[in-house]
């Protein structure tokens, strides 16, 4: 990270329902580091961070609503933009 | 005294089965789809061969002419086992149930045009008989598949042709305050009446195929390519326009299941024919040959459906199938 004050970052459970997830933003944001932590995994960008609908229904084989993000966020630092597609983060 | 927390972090020495660690590396743990999944049916140690084929093993690859190097390469888009699968279809039975009861607690079909029943009774309630014919299809690929990500599937599928024609038979009794008249008629009409011969002669000569991958090819992605968007899609959106939107409501399933069915066959035509030239050649020539016999067996019911814009609908249907297979890699 060259500009620690621009990082945004989400922490999701390490479970089977965050794992399609978690591998969502691996392939949406090639830029993102990712931190498996005890029982968590710590997802952090410079900028921004997208979590798209579409990519996650993929990966879970099934439909998907961006509010089931929440039943296993921990944490998130940046303003959120979330709709039907994406949930995003990033500074304003 | 202080006490000092430090979260310890213990890494399990394996994160997954030996089979899907050579499968995918065994750097992330596996999903429940491909643990459920994923080198289930036995492929060596067949002591004897079945008494009524001798010339293949219990499970053989050589039963279809399509050639695979390996049979798990395919993977469903759905990712179902039997979890998923029934958490999904049980979702989608409380709508259906639910719907069937709403119908029949308002009386929607008594105030239903009596010409769009008519059609109804005409057109969807025989299709009972298809539904029966591509579950007893589905159960022979489940029969003679090879690959666990096969059989499941086909199985599935199998079982949800059971519950649309249970749909079906259901709507025919509502719509006669359920005495079983409809479901007589379109039984005799799938026996007798002329529009329906040549389809049931087609699915009839279906049942007697030789090699498992023909059979899927020929119902799950030709036969169910047509009717469906056919006659649950566009007829149902006839019916709909003309004051029949109740029966539509009463067979939603079909057309959501379809629409998810799917996503099952064009992976599994494309990752076929991405296989080898051979294949790809085999896939077309299955295609063109039923494209050709099932669309001429169904016009004779595309024009008692939609009269003389039958044969166009059709044509559109068949076309619009075609494009979807030549996506996925197929020379159609």
Same mark, same amino acid.
Request: proline fraction near 6%; hydrophobic fraction near 40%; charged fraction near 30%.
């Given at each position: 990270m060259s500009d620690k004050k621009n990082t945004v970052f989400l922490i999701l459970q390490d479970n089977d329902d965050a794992r399609p997830i978690i591998e969502s933003v691996e392939q949406d944001n090639p830029e993102a580091t990712i931190q498996y932590q005890p029982g968590m995994v710590r997802m952090e960008a410079a900028g921004r961070l997208v979590v798209n609908r579409e990519t996650v229904e993929e990966n879970l084989g099934r439909e998907w609503d961006v509010q089931e993000l929440h039943l296993n966020l921990i944490?998130?630092?940046?303003?959120? &933009?979330? &709709? &039907?597609?994406?949930?995003?983060?990033?500074w304003n | 005294m202080s006490i000092e927390i430090s979260a310890k972090s213990i890494q399990p020495v394996r994160l997954t089965y030996g089979n899907l660690e050579e499968r995918f590396g065994g750097k992330k743990p596996s999903s429940r789809y491909q643990e459920?999944?994923?080198?289930v049916q036995p492929t060596?140690? =067949?002591q004897y061969r079945p008494l009524w084929d001798k010339d293949h093993e219990l499970y053989d690859v050589s039963r279809?002419?399509?050639?695979?190097?390996?049979?798990?390469?395919?993977?469903?888009?759905r990712q179902f086992y039997y979890g998923t699968y029934n958490i999904a279809r049980s979702k989608q039975q409380d709508v259906a149930e639910h719907n069937f009861a709403f119908v029949d607690k308002r009386d929607l079909l008594?105030?239903?045009?009596?010409a769009v029943k008519q059609a109804a009774r005409e057109i969807l309630v025989p299709l009972r008989h298809v539904e029966w014919a591509a579950n007893m299809n589905n159960c022979q690929i489940t029969d003679e598949c090879y690959g666990a990500n096969f059989s499941a599937l086909a199985m599935f599928n199998a079982m949800d042709r059971l519950g649309m024609a249970q749909y079906v038979t259901r709507l025919g009794l509502l719509l006669d305050g359920n005495e079983t008249t409809s479901l007589d008629a379109g039984k005799k009409a799938w026996m007798e009446a002329p529009h329906w *011969?040549?389809?049931?002669?087609a699915i009839e000569d279906m049942f007697v195929l030789d090699d498992w991958f023909e059979l899927m090819v020929a *119902?799950? =992605?030709v036969l169910d390519g047509l009717v469906f968007p056919l006659l649950y899609d566009r007829f149902e959106k006839k019916l709909t326009s003309e004051g029949g939107a109740t029966i539509a409501m009463l067979t939603e399933f079909m057309d959501d299941w379809y629409k998810e069915t799917e996503r099952w066959t064009n992976a599994l035509a494309k990752v076929t024919a991405k296989e080898s030239k051979d294949n790809q050649d085999l896939l077309s020539s299955w295609v063109t040959k039923w494209g050709d016999r099932l669309s001429i067996a169904i016009e004779p019911i595309a024009t008692k459906a939609f009269g003389e814009n039958g044969v166009n609908e059709l044509a559109e249907v068949k076309q619009a199938l075609l494009a979807r297979l030549a996506k996925q890699g197929l020379a159609v």
């Open positions: 944490s998130l630092a940046g303003n959120v &933009d979330e &709709d &039907d597609e994406k949930f995003e983060l990033a | 459920a999944v994923y080198d060596a140690n =067949f279809t002419a399509i050639v695979m190097e390996d049979w798990y390469s395919f993977a469903d888009p008594e105030v239903m045009p009596e *011969q040549p389809l049931r002669h *119902q799950n =992605f």
